[in-house]
């Protein structure tokens, strides 16, 4: 079953904005992830923000986690052509983090 | 270098046949995953592996196999009964207590 979702499915925006990705789960987490994917390649971790963290930066990221409300957002500032991607978040689940689940991800492209 | 390895990168099958996606990694991860990943999509989890000569089916198992018999490799078997295994198949590694998984290329799967 799938956990996460990701609003919006598609975005699309010039170069230098910033670029905003939500994800709503429906059950408690111990963190919840968020990948990234190029075309046709595989994912590349981004950033990792547990349940007891309410914000997060790395570099031109900014992630936010409210646990009541089930979801958490992922800020891309600065947008750049290379970000042009599909990003997805990836919650665990209470009982172990073997297991990831995933959403359907949001298609971002920047245009130059 | 260190990392996941996938191959073939394009697989295509006849209809009835089985076919093996390889995977290993150099990473001396602990844990092995594979994923579905159909366009439009989020991953889905066909199986993992926590130990060697051990593994766990996912949410769609049906129609696939695994074996761990060495730390470095999950080979995927597609068999025949999978009725429609046309799709980006995914391997992913992590190290035990840890959070984040490491993916390898993709196998993109065709049957004809």
């Known amino acids: 079953s799938q956990q996460g979702e990701e609003d919006p499915q598609a975005l699309s925006i010039q170069e230098g904005e910033n670029a905003t990705m939500n994800c709503s789960y429906k059950?408690?987490?111990?963190?919840l992830q968020w990948y990234r994917q190029n075309s046709g390649r595989g994912l590349v971790h981004l950033i990792l923000i547990r349940s007891n963290e309410r914000e997060k930066h790395s570099g031109r990221l900014r992630v936010t986690l409210d646990t009541s409300k089930k979801s958490s957002s992922l800020l891309i500032t600065a947008s750049r052509a290379a970000d042009t991607a599909s990003y997805f978040c990836a919650t665990d689940g209470l009982a172990g983090s073997y297991q990831l689940t995933f959403g359907k991800g949001t298609k971002l492209s920047v245009i130059p | 270098d260190g990392g996941i390895t996938q191959s073939p990168k394009y697989l295509f099958r006849k209809e009835g046949q089985n076919v093996t996606l390889s995977c290993e990694q150099n990473l001396n991860h602990d844990a092995m995953y594979w994923y579905r990943q159909d366009p439009g999509q989020g991953l889905r989890l066909i199986y993992y592996?926590?130990?060697?000569?051990?593994?766990q089916k996912g949410d769609i198992a049906e129609g696939y196999s695994v074996s761990r018999e060495k730390k470095e490799s999950f080979p995927l078997t597609v068999t025949s009964a999978q009725k429609n295994p046309t799709a980006f198949y995914l391997c992913?590694?992590?190290?035990?207590?840890?959070?984040?998984?490491?993916f390898g290329p993709g196998t993109r799967l065709t049957v004809l």
């Open positions: 592996s926590q130990i060697v000569n051990d593994f």
């Open positions: 059950t408690s987490i111990n963190n």
């Open positions: 992913a590694s992590k190290l035990d207590n840890t959070d984040t998984q490491y």
